[in-house]
C-alpha cells in the first residue's frame, strides 16, 4: 500500500468554499505529504501589443512567500485589468489553501482567474492502517484450525503473532483498506486521482479480489502447518544375558 501513500495530483483547479474566494478546497480525501511540497499556478497576464497579440504561458507558479505588484490580466489594448498589491498562500496540509497579503488578511481572488494545485496525498491515514491489521488479525484467528493462546486485544498483541503470519496479515489488511477505498470514493475523487491519461480507471473491485485470494490461501497453509516434532532413540548400551528384549533374542537367536 506504499502508492497509496504518496499520490499525486497534477495541477487540479482549485474550488473556492467561499463567496469571497479567499480559501479553496481540492478533492483528496486524506492529510497531504511534505514532500514534494505543493505548487500553485495563478493565470499569467499575456503580452498584448498591436504586434505580440499574447505569448507567454497560461500559468504562472505563485511563490508560497508571496509576491508585490502581481498582475494577471490586461486587456487587448495593454491596459492592466487586475493588479494584486500583495498576496500569498499557505496549505494546511488537509486539502485547503488560504491566500492572504504580506499582513495576513484575505486576499479574494477573481472570478476571471483561474488557481491550479499540484500536491501528494495520502490515501490512507495511520489509523486506518492499524485498523486494517486489526481486522485482518481477527479474522485470522477466527479461521478453523489456527489456534492461538492470546487475543487481538489491542494494536500491540498484533505483533506477538508468530512471524510467519506476516505476509497473510499484509494481504488481508490490503483486502480490507482497498474494499475501504471502493466503497468511499466519489466519482469526482476516483476520476481525478485514479484515471491515467488514456481516461482509464484502475479496476480496484478486481485488485482487492486478488488480495483477498492469497489471503485466504495463506490462511489455509497456516491451518495446516505444524510444529517440527523433536524425538529421540534412547537405547541402552548394553544387554545382558537372560534379557526379555526383542533386541537381544533377534540378535542371539541360533547362537
Known amino acids: 500500500m506504499d502508492a497509496f501513500l504518496r499520490t499525486p495530483v497534477y495541477q487540479e483547479d482549485l474550488r473556492f468554499i467561499n463567496e469571497d474566494r479567499t480559501i479553496g478546497y481540492v478533492a483528496s480525501w486524506g492529510p497531504w505529504c511534505y514532500f514534494e511540497r505543493p505548487r500553485v499556478y495563478i493565470t ?4 498584448t501589443s498591436s504586434f505580440t497579440p499574447g505569448s507567454k504561458a497560461a500559468y504562472m507558479i505563485l511563490p508560497q512567500k508571496g509576491t508585490t505588484n502581481l498582475v494577471t490580466q490586461v ?7 487586475k493588479n494584486y498589491n500583495s498576496i500569498e498562500w499557505y496549505p494546511d496540509y488537509n486539502g485547503r489553501i488560504y ?8 486576499v479574494s481572488i477573481d472570478w476571471y482567474d483561474s488557481i491550479l494545485v499540484d500536491y501528494q ?4 491515514t495511520t489509523r486506518e492502517l492499524n485498523d486494517a491489521l486489526w481486522l485482518a488479525a481477527g ?7 489456527i489456534g492461538t493462546d492470546g487475543r487481538v486485544e489491542n494494536y500491540a498483541t498484533i505483533g506477538d503473532f508468530p ?10 489488511a490490503s483486502y480490507w483498506l482497498l474494499r475501504r477505498l471502493s466503497i468511499m470514493l466519489l466519482q469526482r475523487e476516483r476520476r481525478l486521482v485514479f484515471v491515467d491519461e488514456d481516461g482509464k480507471a484502475p479496476d480496484i ?11 485466504d490461501t495463506a490462511v489455509e497453509k497456516i491451518a495446516l502447518a505444524e510444529r517440527p516434532s523433536i524425538r529421540a532413540n534412547v537405547t541402552p548400551e548394553y544387554y545382558l544375558p537372560g534379557q526379555r528384549a526383542r533386541f537381544f533374542r533377534m540378535a542371539f537367536k541360533g547362537y
Not at 499569467?44 to 503580452?47: E, N
Request: charged fraction near 20%; hydrophobic fraction near 40%.
Open 44 to 47: 499569467r497576464a499575456p503580452i
Open 75 to 81: 486587456n487587448p489594448s495593454g491596459v492592466t485589468v
Open 99 to 106: 491566500f492572504v497579503d504580506k499582513y495576513g488578511v484575505p
Open 121 to 124: 496525498f495520502q490515501a490512507f
Open 139 to 145: 479474522e485470522l484467528i477466527s479461521r478453523p484450525g
Open 163 to 172: 512471524r510467519r503470519w506476516d505476509f497473510a496479515l499484509v494481504a488481508g
Open 205 to 215: 473491485t478486481s485488485l482487492l479480489g486478488e488480495y483477498k485470494k492469497q489471503f
